[in-house]
């Protein structure tokens, strides 16, 4: 008898010490953590240390075993409480809070233990008794909401400490993963948190690229009452197995958190993708080579997927003939000949300013006119095709228009390096700087079209081939530009006074299998215009989201090594490719 109240003690005394660890001068909820409690705590002393070792009885033995089995999810509650208002808590206070309410879990457990029927170290005589039927429904009433309570905080525990059920929210990973797929998170190697504090278990595993991570989208904000919402949609989430989800913003869209994706970048590598083809390099081999594990995930073009589970993704981001296309764009910008260029561009420049001479209708630009002819939007890709006719009018007629036409079309080639390299090193402004001539190159010769065409009818807009072969160009090169940040990106990390930078240690480079379908850590969730080059100061623009970071280890939750649902994909994930 002595063993069982040694264990009762010491599970008191640890929730009185928890108690005190709560203790705030705060107004908000988080007060509410400390009187709660420590009326539990004296609640449980009363029954448990008072009443049942002066006079023990079935009722008390009951009682003190189930203020037993509640003591760890009474304190979870309060420490969570602590914790959800506006009173932060240092890492000390909640490493301390944590080893009391392990104490608690320990103690308590043992009590229980100890207090079952076959080890009960008390001795009643047995009442034959038959209760009413009031009573009979009220017990059996009782004990279903005492089992589904119990059930709640352990699938709670399970959740947060080993493994999670996640529904997969999007197509970002097709084929991998399909709108609706049920999939299960291993937690614990992953060193889980205490909920709303940065206390947690060790963290025993390093991800390996190929690996499909869930982790906390860095997209979204990180304080205190996010996080406090967050905790709430999930443990919602989690009791009703997936099929209750809270997590919505403001304007009624559902939050991209947690993000599932798949490990293409560890520590130690610099990356950059080009044409679809990610590669990396290391500090001890500092030449980029492809990463060919990425390209056996990466999915660009789903028109290609098996009949069977095409008929399962809802949304085809590009069509077969318009990913063919940006393919032999690619194929041109790759073999583009930039001394060739370099003269087309200048021979270009020289016949428009022939043409507006023929034509008679060029003047002496003002000074300093043409510098702002086109600027900011105007040089959008979208904008400077859709609107080419007007602009040629605007070069033939308007002073300076024939400078800035030069300028425009010249001005890149005064400082390009010759040689296939414009940009030596860096793969990404190489391609880049090649698309920005290839763009130009199409602009300039739909402008001395038109200016013939204008020569020969009065027209720009004879509809003869020529001119159609020229704006289908066009028009390939803005969908291109649409497609760019999910098929290219810059060196990641940047490099830094001319020496490349790698990715630190615990941080990781997640992507999207699908990569065209992905909002991922290559992008920002909002679109800037940007120059298609930095290395020419008339580069045509387009919208870009690029904005490559990675996610701290810490960030990351957990590993998805199956899918149970649909049943007939049931399956281990695929992280690697024999």
Known sequence: MKRIFIFLY????????????????????????????????????????????????????????????????????????????????????????VIFWVMILVFSCLSVFFLKEKRMPFKFKEKKQKPSVIKRIFFELADWIDAFVQAAFIVSFVNVFVFQLYAIPSESMVPQFLIGDRVAVFKTASGPSFPLSKVALPRVVSYKRGDIVVFRNPHYASGRKYEVKTFVNQLVYMLSFTTVNLAYDESGQMLADPLVKRVTGVPGEQLVMVDGVLYSRTASDLDFKPVELDAKFAKYNLNELDSSLKRKVHDFPITNDDFKSLCEIEEKRKNLDIESAKLECLRIASQFNMLCTELGSFKPFLVGDWQTFLSGKDLWVYSLFSNIDNLTQRLMTQEGGVIWFSTFMTDWTKNCPSGKTPVADDPYEDSMYRLNILMKLTAGRIVVHNVETYLKTGSFSNDDDERRKLMTDAQNLYKYSLFNDSRNMPV?????????????????????????????????????????????????????????????????????????????????TQTKVK
């Open 10 to 97: 010491a599970t008191a005394i640890a929730a009185l010490l928890f108690s005190v660890s709560l203790f705030t001068l705060s107004f908000g909820i988080e007060m509410c953590a400390f009187p709660l409690m420590l009326v539990f705590t004296a609640i449980f002393s009363l029954v448990a240390l008072f009443s049942l070792k002066k006079r023990p009885s079935p009722r008390l033995v009951f009682s003190t075993r189930k203020f037993c089995e509640y003591a760890p999810f009474v304190a979870i509650v309060a420490f969570v409480l602590r914790r959800a208002g506006v009173s932060d808590t240092s890492y000390t206070l909640d490493f301390i809070s």
């Open 492 to 572: 990641f990390p940047e490099n830094k006074d001319g020496r490349p930078s790698f990715i630190e240690k615990n941080e990781y480079f997640m992507m999207g299998d699908n990569r065209f379908n992905s909002l991922d850590l290559r992008h920002s969730y909002d679109q800037t215009l940007i120059p298609v080059t930095e290395a020419d100061a008339y580069s045509l623009k387009y919208y870009s989201r690029l904005a490559p970071q990675t996610v701290n280890a810490s960030r990351i939750l957990g590993t998805t090594t199956l899918r149970f649902y649909p049943f007939n994909r049931f399956g281990l």
